[in-house]
Nanobody
Framework: VQLQASGGGVVQAGGSLRLSCADS????????MAWFRQAPGKERTFVAA????????NYVDSVKGRFTISRDNSKGMLYLQMNSLRPDDTGVYYC??????????????WGQGTQVTVSS
């Protein structure tokens, strides 16, 4: 599995960004996928996850109502639409592939990360 995350950038508070994660070999269509982020000086934390078919989705409480995770298995793509961004959303965002079809603790494959910076 090879993952390439993109779409990060610098945005003012209240703005929007759309992150993309390309699975170049399209080998993760039967696996759950997720987004994590790592704020400066902090550990990497969970943001959102989606099952292989998109029927099961969950978010960390702090992004509910603002972020939307989606996927297009035909294109080997995972997305994260981020609206109403806040300075505490700043960090490096990583996409990941789970060993199972439904989100769980076993994220085995990781992309290289894309930087999101939200200015106040």
């Amino acid at each position: 599995v090879q993952l390439q995350a993109s779409g990060g950038g610098v945005v003012q508070a209240g703005g929007s960004l759309r992150l993309s994660c390309a699975d170049s070999k399209r080998t993760s269509s039967n696996n759950a996928m997720a987004w994590f982020r790592q704020a400066p000086g902090k550990e990497r934390t969970f943001v959102a996850a989606i099952s292989w078919n998109g029927n099961y989705i969950n978010y960390v409480d702090s992004v509910k109502g603002r972020f939307t995770i989606s996927r297009d298995n035909s294109k080997g793509m995972l997305y994260l639409q981020m609206n109403s961004l806040r300075p505490d959303d700043t960090g490096v965002y990583y996409c990941a592939v789970n060993l199972r079809a439904i989100p769980g603790p076993d994220y085995r494959y990781w992309g290289q990360g894309t930087q999101v910076t939200v200015s106040s």
